[in-house]
């Protein structure tokens, strides 16, 4: 029988009784069994900051309690009931940590509460920009920051800022500062005439069978003069038969052929072009802007010895990945040029004493890399080649002003190689930006072979929010404690929304996704390798590289917007010669993928549901109606 207690110091209403949740739900972790439970009320106002983002706050509660926390859903006239499951002392510790949320959340006046949530245009309360860029003002006109500074009632007007003024300023400045600095040069490239020889046909035939490399400008060029795109390299010879001791180091790695992206990306890196290789981790794409970048450094007028700073910029999203990229370069031993990562959390000191001892090639996570050029050790104004690797991620990770910042200083008649898996708004908005009339490569996934280890099950559901989520819950609940998954959700909004669902159903998780940090990310790979969680709930960008053998089921819970991220999703089970399970549910809001989707399912010698075909062969006939009238404006958004 439960039993009401109240609580004076916060009014909240406490009862105990037996616990019936603990068995409810499959959870990687275990909490004392056969324990009691307190259900307190809380306010329902208060719900969301116990949750926290995604339910980061009430894993951290059911963390440092030790006590299991479910919420309840239910709102009964302004409170909702939380249930504490755990022993005397986990349920203590549970109540006051959620009480110091709940009255630092009451004592909040209402009207400041309104307040401190307002949303403030950046220029009207930033500091003013870092001078000598002027250009970082107009960047920043459309982003918006939380402000907690509170609105006065009469508002001054604040002086209208000249955009177009600003930004000729900003052009003035950096033809002033390109006209006082040495030319750069781009090109070193000698094209063999076997290579130039290639018939189209034979040059189509060849990218068709190295995975599809598809090769284009990347946005239309008015007045039509640019130069034919290169043709691709089938050897390493090929690419640097002017450069032996390139030769010799590739020699040394063991390689036999250039990867797909490499035959195409070096004689367009080569020609001095910018490009933008749309191509994951693990397709060559390192190598792929690194070897060029070295000929670069070597090739230029000005003597290494007189270079104020680094020549080439690298910047990549996580630490692990800019640390992967210098074991790389590391790798390519080339005339003793010299380079240093740098990335937030590293040795700052040490990074700057390598700095200052002078460095040809720098790899940086952007903040870190801000944070040293402000700070005046580290000048990039000499830097010609620069790479954006993974700008997906960056972009993800919030990273674009500090990204604008840098790209800002850096010379603008450089050469600019961008990576990234995806090809979003806010990739193609930096491309335009940063890249002169780049060219793109496209290489498909190398993965397909992959998926047959998977049963691929595909669920037909309608475009509701809540039958997925339901659906969702069944999935989780029959999760057995020795069987791990991955839920991929297509926005970190949809991750955050799942996990504090899940959260308030006291099923265990992990959530990765870019807006997380980086420490936090870490521990929710460590959490679902080592079985402390069996659920982890990921975004597409986050959760690339992520490398666990054991996972057995992978869910779509939103299907992704290209086939090759779904074959890499499914890829992330049946690995290490083991079988794994992939559930995808599919809405009609995904029919323009039914078409690839089926090819890829009757190619593994999977079930075709009855209306996914249906779906296709819909979706078909609606397109080409749209065609016929002129308004199909095509489904896919990578190209
Ligand atoms: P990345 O996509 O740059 O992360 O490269 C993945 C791995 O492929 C790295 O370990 C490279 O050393 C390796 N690799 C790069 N190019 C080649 C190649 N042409 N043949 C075989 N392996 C390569």
Same mark, same amino acid.
């Given at each position: 029988?439960?039993?009401?207690?109240?609580?004076?110091?916060?009014?909240?209403?406490?009862?105990?009784?037996?616990?019936?949740?603990?068995?409810?739900?499959?959870?990687?972790?275990?909490?004392?069994?056969?324990?009691?439970?307190?259900?307190?009320?809380?306010?329902?106002?208060?719900?969301?900051?116990?949750?926290?983002?995604?339910?980061?706050?009430?894993?951290?509660?059911?963390?440092?309690?030790?006590?299991?926390?479910?919420?309840?859903?239910?709102?009964?006239?302004?409170? !909702?009931?939380?249930?504490?499951?755990?022993?005397?002392?986990?349920?203590?510790?549970?109540?006051?940590?959620?009480?110091?949320?709940?009255?630092?959340?009451?004592?909040?006046? &209402?009207?400041?509460?309104?307040?401190?949530?307002?949303?403030?245009?950046?220029?009207?309360?930033?500091?003013?920009?870092?001078?000598?860029?002027?250009?970082?003002?107009?960047?920043?006109?459309?982003?918006?920051?939380?402000?907690?500074?509170?609105?006065?009632?009469?508002?001054?007007?604040?002086?209208?800022?000249?955009?177009?003024? +600003?930004?000729?300023?900003?052009?003035?400045?950096?033809?002033?500062?390109?006209?006082?600095?040495?030319?750069?040069?781009?090109?070193?490239?000698?094209?063999?005439?076997?290579?130039?020889?290639?018939?189209?046909?034979?040059?189509?035939?060849?990218?068709?069978?190295?995975?599809?490399?598809?090769?284009?400008?990347?946005?239309?060029?008015?007045?039509?003069?640019?130069?034919?795109?290169?043709?691709?390299?089938?050897?390493?010879?090929?690419?640097?038969?002017?450069?032996?001791?390139?030769?010799?180091?590739?020699?040394?790695?063991?390689?036999?052929?250039?990867?797909?992206?490499?035959?195409?990306?070096?004689?367009?890196?080569?020609?001095?072009?910018?490009?933008?290789?749309?191509?994951?981790?693990?397709?060559?794409?390192?190598?792929?802007?690194?070897?060029?970048?070295?000929?670069?450094?070597?090739?230029?007028?000005?003597?290494?010895?007189?270079?104020?700073?680094?020549? *080439? +910029?690298?910047?990549?999203?996580?630490?692990?990945?800019?640390?992967?990229?210098?074991?790389?370069?590391?790798?390519?031993?080339?005339?003793?040029?010299?380079? *240093?990562?740098?990335?937030?959390?590293?040795?700052?000191?040490?990074?700057?004493?390598?700095?200052?001892?002078?460095?040809?090639?720098?790899?940086?996570?952007?903040?870190? +890399?801000?944070?040293?050029?402000?700070?005046?050790?580290?000048?990039?104004?000499?830097?010609?080649?620069?790479?954006?690797?993974?700008?997906?991620?960056?972009?993800?990770?919030?990273?674009?002003?500090?990204?604008?910042?840098?790209?800002?200083?850096?010379?603008?008649?450089? &050469?600019? =190689?961008?990576?990234?898996?995806?090809?979003?708004?806010?990739?193609?908005?930096?491309?335009?930006?940063?890249?002169?009339?780049?060219?793109?490569?496209?290489?498909?996934?190398?993965?397909?072979?992959? *998926?047959?280890?998977?049963?691929?099950?595909?669920?037909?559901?309608?475009?509701?929010?809540?039958?997925?989520?339901? !659906?969702?819950?069944?999935?989780?609940?029959?999760?057995?404690?020795?069987?791990?998954?991955?839920?991929? =959700?297509?926005?970190?909004?949809?991750?955050?929304?799942?996990?504090?669902?899940?959260?308030?159903?006291?099923?265990?998780?992990?959530?990765?996704?870019?807006?997380?940090?980086?420490?936090?990310?870490?521990?929710?790979?460590?959490?679902?390798?080592?079985?402390?969680?069996?659920?982890?709930?990921?975004?597409?960008?986050?959760?690339?590289?992520?490398?666990?053998?054991?996972?057995?089921?992978?869910?779509?819970?939103?299907?992704?917007?290209?086939?090759?991220?779904?074959?890499?999703?499914?890829?992330?089970?049946?690995?290490?010669?083991?079988?794994?399970?992939?559930?995808?549910?599919?809405?009609?809001?995904?029919?323009?993928?039914?078409?690839?989707?089926?090819?890829? +399912?009757?190619?593994?010698?999977?079930? *075709?549901?009855?209306?996914?075909?249906?779906?296709?062969?819909?979706?078909?006939?609606?397109?080409?109606?749209?065609?016929? &009238?002129?308004?199909?404006?095509?489904?896919?958004?990578?190209?």
């Amino acid at each position: 029988m439960e039993e009401s207690r109240t609580y004076n110091r916060t009014n909240f209403r406490s009862s105990r009784g037996r616990n019936n949740f603990g068995n409810n739900y499959n959870s990687g972790r275990e909490y004392p069994k056969n324990n009691d439970n307190v259900t307190i009320m809380v306010p329902s106002r208060c719900t969301g900051r116990l949750i926290g983002r995604g339910g980061s706050k009430i894993s951290e509660l059911q963390r440092n309690s030790n006590a299991k926390i479910i919420i309840s859903r239910d709102d009964i006239d302004g409170e !909702r009931s939380v249930s504490l499951i755990g022993d005397d002392s986990a349920i203590e510790k549970a109540k006051s940590l959620i009480y110091e949320i709940v009255n630092s959340t009451d004592q909040r006046p &209402q009207r400041n509460f309104r307040e401190t949530r307002e949303y403030s245009p950046v220029r009207k309360f930033s500091p003013p920009p870092p001078q000598n860029v002027p250009n970082e003002v107009p960047m920043m006109r459309t982003s918006y920051v939380r402000s907690t500074v509170v609105t006065p009632s009469v508002t001054t007007a604040p002086e209208p800022v000249n955009w177009d003024e +600003l930004r000729e300023e900003a052009d003035r400045y950096q033809k002033e500062k390109l006209a006082q600095m040495t030319p750069i040069k781009k090109c070193f490239y000698e094209e063999l005439p076997e290579v130039r020889d290639m018939s189209e046909n034979e040059v189509k035939e060849f990218r068709i069978n190295r995975n599809n490399i598809c090769v284009a400008r990347t946005f239309e060029d008015p007045s039509g003069k640019s130069k034919p795109i290169p043709n691709p390299v089938k050897t390493f010879h090929q690419a640097f038969h002017n450069y032996p001791e390139i030769l010799h180091e590739i020699e040394k790695a063991g390689f036999t052929t250039p990867s797909p992206i490499q035959s195409q990306a070096w004689p367009i890196m080569l020609s001095g072009e910018d490009m933008i290789g749309i191509a994951q981790t693990g397709t060559g794409k390192t190598l792929a802007f690194l070897l060029p970048g070295l000929i670069h450094i070597n090739g230029q007028i000005t003597p290494i010895e007189e270079r104020n700073g680094p020549t *080439v +910029l690298i910047l990549a999203p996580t630490r692990e990945l800019a640390l992967q990229i210098e074991r790389e370069v590391k790798k390519y031993y080339y005339k003793g040029f010299k380079s *240093v990562c740098v990335y937030g959390g590293g040795d700052r000191r040490e990074q700057i004493k390598i700095i200052k001892e002078g460095v040809d090639i720098v790899i940086a996570t952007p903040g870190r +890399l801000n944070d040293l050029v402000e700070a005046k050790i580290l000048n990039v104004e000499e830097v010609s080649y620069a790479v954006l690797d993974e700008a997906d991620r960056m972009l993800d990770m919030g990273f674009e002003p500090q990204i604008r910042k840098v790209m800002y200083q850096v010379r603008k008649d450089r &050469q600019t =190689c961008m990576t990234s898996a995806t090809w979003p708004a806010g990739v193609r908005r930096l491309a335009q930006s940063y890249m002169v009339n780049p060219i793109q490569v496209y290489v498909g996934s190398l993965e397909l072979a992959a *998926v047959h280890s998977v049963t691929q099950t595909i669920v037909m559901i309608p475009d509701d929010p809540n039958e997925k989520f339901q !659906r969702f819950l069944e999935f989780c609940q029959n999760l057995q404690p020795n069987q791990k998954a991955i839920v991929f =959700c297509g926005k970190k909004l949809t991750a955050d929304q799942v996990s504090s669902e899940l959260a308030m159903a006291g099923i265990d998780y992990q959530v990765i996704h870019g807006g997380i940090e980086q420490s936090d990310r870490e521990q929710a790979i460590l959490d679902i390798s080592d079985g402390t969680v069996n659920i982890l709930i990921a975004t597409d960008v986050a959760s690339r590289g992520i490398d666990i053998d054991d996972i057995t089921h992978v869910l779509n819970y939103d299907f992704p917007h290209n086939i090759e991220e779904y074959v890499h999703r499914v890829g992330r089970t049946g690995r290490a010669g083991r079988t794994g399970d992939s559930i995808s549910f599919f809405t009609r809001g995904d029919w323009a993928q039914a078409e690839e989707l089926i090819k890829i +399912l009757e190619e593994a010698g999977q079930y *075709v549901p009855e209306e996914l075909s249906d779906m296709c062969a819909r979706f078909t006939q609606w397109k080409k109606r749209k065609e016929e &009238q002129g308004t199909y404006r095509g489904q896919r958004s990578r190209w």
